[in-house]
């Protein structure tokens, strides 16, 4: 026997991701791993505006927040621990000053309007379908910013509910933008607060839900990173010290399926030739003034030039400045 794995094999997606395609990621941790790696090939993406969010309603109401360019305001924060905050944003956002803290979440939402509205692709990932209500109003919140537990009722969403709350946005999503791609992943990283079976339940039901979204909508696709790591790869030297979250081996796996499944050849080149000035772009030289170091500031900076003169619509305005600057 000489494969001694479930190899899971996928075929490119319909829609392909250019080199200046334009990609949203919102949802779990996972969602910020796989849009780090896209924003580290200098593919144009924005990554979670509200920070990290966990459930499908909390994702849900940040969409809508976005679509509506949502105004927040006073009424929408509360004051805890010497920080402001909103159970809409992640805690790391939270503010000792209120008119800050308010600029920046309002600044952020309406970047992330303008980004969506003009997107090629949406990725909403999952992690789990177990939500936290606020006693006192109801609201399901996407961060419990360490409230006591009794402060909150905890119980877990069922497929109708996610389907029913889902067809809506979908169609607000693509009146907003019709040409918009959405895919859909399930967060590997396992909720072991829920406990093995609760996280194993929680996890169904989100796979459940996403099958009948993507049957329902043609628009929409499911991309199995889940699978990735619980099937495929399948062994706890694939995962971080804390034998819950992916480790950057497992990571670096699954973008490269994403890479084969979503980038267009086109894309997959310029990856590459990005990834070669990449390395030049982060040498440490002993001696950054010696003629020889100058010399290879100056050949990276003509690469540079002709990378964007080849793809005139990437941004390396920064890559650009850093090696300006170097050169004497």
Known sequence: ???????????????????????????????????????????????????????PISVKNTLKFIIDKYQFSEKDLRYENNLWHTFSHHSSFNNSDKEQYLKQVNKNNEDAHLFLKEADFLFITFGTAWVYQFIENNQVVSNCHKYPNKSFNRYILN????????????????????????????????????????????????????????????????????????????????????????????????????????????????????????????????????PQHQDFLKKVLQKLNQLKIKYPNVNISKELSKIKSEIL
């Open 159 to 290: 497929i109708s509910e996610i389907i029913d709350i889902y067809k809506t946005i979908i169609t607000e999503l693509l009146v907003f933008n019709p040409t918009l791609n959405i895919i859909f992943t399930v967060s590997p990283v396992r909720h072991w607060k829920d406990g093995a079976h609760g996280n194993q339940i929680s996890k169904a039901t989100l796979l459940l839900a996403i099958e009948q979204l993507v049957d329902t909508f043609e628009s929409c696709s499911y991309f199995p990173a889940y699978e990735f790591i619980i099937d495929d790869l399948r062994d706890y030297r694939f995962y971080d010290k804390d034998m819950i979250h992916p480790n950057d081996v497992a990571v670096d796996y699954i973008w490269k399926k994403f890479e084969s499944h979503f980038l267009s050849q086109e894309a997959l080149v310029y990856q590459n030739e990005f990834q070669k000035l990449s390395k030049s772009l982060n040498h440490r030289p002993f001696n950054i003034s010696s």
């Open 1 to 55: 026997m000489n494969n001694f794995r479930t190899e899971i094999i996928t075929q490119p997606h319909n829609k392909q991701i250019e080199y200046n395609s334009s990609v949203l990621f919102i949802g779990s941790c996972f969602a910020n791993n796989i849009g780090s790696k896209c924003e580290e090939a200098k593919i144009p993406c924005m990554i979670n505006p509200y920070g990290t969010i966990y459930n």
